[in-house]
């Protein structure tokens, strides 16, 4: 205190406050709320009916059934590409089916599962392969597409049966002649023909995005 009174002090001079003041917050202005504008994607489901591979009731037997490859073509390209393969590999007659430009195809012998992984690896189908060697079955479509507001696409058409027929030792898959017959398409089965596994085949109902 007597050291402040000893100091020379001018009259325009500011009164030195004797205890340091606190400094005044600053109040910041809020700011009004920016929300941040998040695009939303949805997607789309897609409900169709999908059939196993497997031959029911067996324990290792499997069909040849496929959506013909993009590369092999559309229409009838495709289908001329498959029948050469048929009949090459000795399938016998197999059943197909068209929506739009893809094609179905269904050879319903009872192979051993390594055979039709062999087969398929050699027609360049090595996701396909994979998927039955991996899984032992893989799901095929065989219906039409629907959306959530109940909208189908293009619909499965039966084309018919193709392909030289056979004396085959090799067994019919029950389920498959089942399930070729619930499709549309009907053949004509030889007294002397035999049958694995159990008529019901393995569907079910799946949901895609």
């Known amino acids: 205190k ?6 020379p002090r001018i009259e325009s001079a500011q009164k030195i406050p004797k ?14 709320n920016q929300r941040k504008t998040v695009a939303e994607t949805q997607s789309v489901q897609q409900y169709m009916v999908e059939a196993s591979t497997h031959v ?4 290792d037997r499997s ?8 590369a092999w073509g559309s229409g009838q390209e495709a289908m001329e590409t498959a029948i050469t393969m048929v009949n090459e590999e000795k399938l016998g007659q197999c059943s197909f089916w068209q929506q739009g ?13 390594p055979q039709v992984v062999k087969l398929l690896m050699s027609y360049k189908m090595s996701k396909r ?13 065989i219906s039409n597409i629907m959306d959530e507001d109940a909208n189908w696409q293009d619909e499965l ?16 898959s029950a389920s ?34």
């Open 157 to 172: 058409q039966p084309i018919g049966l193709y392909g030289n027929e056979i004396d085959s030792t090799t067994s019919f």
């Open 101 to 113: 430009d893809r094609i179905l195809m269904l050879c319903p012998l009872a192979f051993p599962r």
């Open 63 to 70: 069909v040849i059934m496929f959506w013909l490859p993009h």
């Open 19 to 32: 205890r340091a003041r606190k400094p005044k917050k600053k109040v910041k202005k809020k700011k009004p």
């Open 2 to 7: 007597d050291l402040l009174e000893e100091i």
């Open 176 to 209: 498959h002649l089942e399930l070729e017959k619930r499709m549309g398409i009907f053949r004509q089965i030889r007294s002397a023909a035999t049958f694995s596994g159990t008529q019901e085949p393995s569907l079910r109902i799946a949901v895609r995005e």
């Open 56 to 59: 029911s009731g067996t324990k």
């Open 129 to 141: 392969a994979a998927i039955l060697k991996e899984r032992e079955h893989d799901w095929i479509r």
